[in-house]
């Protein structure tokens, strides 16, 4: 049986001028000259990727798509339009996204997050609602760092990220530092894996290895400010987060981090280099 959207070997049942069936006698899929290797001949066995082309025809391809049926992966837009966007995915024939399937506004030439799917017309479609296509048996445990893909930002939630393009993380929304977009790629500590298997995540090291890091962004904004920060750890968390991209936990021990060293002085209302 051919398997659409899929890589499979398959044999070579027939020869033409325009190109080689490949399948078997009841079911065979036209693999055009192009791509047909160099030697090749009938009865011989070949790898492909089946999909379909511009007249919705089954077609193979000896190229390498980015995607296969039910993978996620990070895909670059090539066009878009009022019914959806068309993505390069590494074949002749780009994948359409429709518009129903996007979760943010698309930009030609950003890349974005989305999984492979056959829709009720049997064609090979993109979608951006991923959370469907990971798993929650990710190989990871506490402390372990992870890199994986923005995929859905929720203030009231936290940040949803595919890790390895396969496997489920968020960071909460009270470890969310900065701003981060659909499409962002992350490097993360795992900070939990609960019980459902699905990974919780902070883009911040264990506190005896971020405080020197929070201390030089301390450091770094006095200098902006000419020496004296206009604020200290008495400032609320707004300020704090907006200012520095940090809680206000953090910036009490980065400040205290600096006190010891006896590089800064703190009063009620402001900080100074020492």
């Not at 190109?19 to 000259?33: N, Q, S, T």
């Not at 090291?205 to 008495?234: H, T, W």
Request: hydrophobic share 40%; glycine share 8%; net charge positive.
């Amino acid at each position: 049986m051919i398997r659409l959207g899929e890589k499979q070997i398959l044999k070579v049942v027939r020869m033409k001028e325009f190109g080689m069936y490949v399948g078997d006698e009841k079911e065979a899929v036209l693999l055009p000259r192009k791509y047909v290797p160099a030697g090749t001949k009938v009865g011989d066995s070949v790898e492909v990727f089946v999909y379909r082309d511009s007249s919705d025809r089954l077609i193979a391809t000896t190229e390498e798509p980015a995607l296969q049926l039910g993978q996620v992966g990070l895909l670059c837009v090539k066009e878009t339009g009022q019914i959806g966007a068309f993505l390069d995915w590494g074949l002749e024939k780009d994948l359409f996204l429709p518009f129903k399937e996007q979760t943010v506004q698309l930009r030609s030439g950003k890349s974005y997050p989305v999984a492979l799917y056959i829709d009720k017309s049997r064609r090979l479609c993109a979608t951006m609602k991923i959370y469907e296509y990971l798993s929650s048996e990710a190989p990871y445990g506490k402390n372990d760092m992870v890199e994986g893909i923005v995929y859905q930002v929720n203030p009231n939630v936290g940040v949803f990220i595919a890790v390895d393009n396969k496997y489920h993380g968020m960071i909460p929304k009270n470890n969310v530092h900065g701003r981060f977009h659909v499409g962002d790629s992350v490097r993360a500590r795992v900070v939990s894996v609960r019980e459902d298997g699905k990974l919780e995540l902070s883009t911040r090291e264990r506190v005896e290895f971020q405080i020197s890091k929070d201390a030089a962004v301390v450091m770094d904004a006095l200098q902006s400010y000419d020496g004296i920060l206009p604020f200290s750890e008495k400032a609320s968390p707004e300020v704090i987060e907006r200012e520095l991209n940090m809680s206000k936990a953090a910036f009490k021990r980065a400040v205290g981090h600096l006190l010891k060293k006896q590089l800064i002085t703190v009063d009620q209302h402001k900080i100074r280099i020492k």
